[in-house]
């Protein structure tokens, strides 16, 4: 079946811009967790929405950074005025819930010039 | 409150040798825990997981991991090491945060060369 997948998989943005990347989690997952993952680091939590619940945001690094699931299944992260720092290996997993297995997406790379 | 350490950022093994990638953790609950791989450029892929069951986990292309509860360990072994499995490898782990969410936590990650 497929696997969760992200489009761009690659976007180059100016400093200033507004971007929006997207994720399809695997049909069915009710967990969906976004990750940032710069240059050499480990990954860097940023949301988590599980099912109807409210989505935990403890790890939006600011308040340029949101996200939205509509219906339960697709995802956007939207960026707001983008900054250089932003530039990074955004990614996407999908999970049947709690600590069960993520399974994730091959990620967009962004890099605001 | 839930924590991973790697202890080590590179291993560099022969091929044919053993592999051992080191991780401590802390959590305040009976944790889950996870090792991921990453090949370059690649999306990060499951190798094992820990949930309570049996504390010695066998995981995809040869690999284990021990859960030790009085070391607060999971290491990552694998008897023989191959060039395929240079990688990034990563240790997770996973409780219940107040308020009911499992947000994991990712150690930083081991790169693991592998020389002919």
């Known amino acids: 079946g497929a696997g969760v997948s992200q489009s761009p998989s690659n976007k180059v943005t100016e400093k200033g811009k507004d971007v929006e990347l997207r994720c399809d989690p695997i049909?069915?997952?009710?967990?969906l967790y976004w990750y940032r993952q710069s240059l050499g680091q480990g990954l860097e939590f940023l949301i988590y929405?599980?099912?109807?619940?409210?989505?935990?945001k403890s790890g939006l690094p600011s308040d340029r950074f949101s996200a939205e699931r509509t219906g339960g299944s697709v995802s956007t992260l939207t960026i707001q005025r983008t900054q250089q720092e932003d530039s990074a290996v955004y990614l996407c997993a999908s999970g049947a819930g709690r600590s069960n297995e993520q399974f994730f997406g091959p990620g967009t790379r962004l890099t605001v010039l | 409150a839930q924590s991973v350490t790697q202890l080590d950022s590179h291993v560099s093994v022969s091929e044919g040798t053993p592999v051992l990638l080191r991780c401590n953790y802390s959590?305040?609950?009976?944790?889950?825990l996870f090792w991921y791989v990453q090949h370059p450029n690649k999306g990060l892929q499951l190798l094992l997981k820990y949930t309570s069951a049996a504390t010695l986990v066998k995981g995809i292309n040869g690999f284990e991991a021990e859960f030790k509860k009085s070391e607060t360990s999971f290491h990552l072994t694998k008897p023989s090491a191959h060039m395929s499995d240079a990688a990034e490898y990563f240790c997770v782990v996973s409780d219940r945060k107040t308020g009911g969410s499992y947000i994991p936590t990712f150690g930083r990650g081991t790169s693991l060369i592998v020389h002919p």
């Open positions: 049909s069915g997952h009710t967990a």
């Open positions: 929405f599980q099912g109807n619940s409210a989505p935990d």
């Open positions: 959590s305040s609950y009976s944790p889950s």
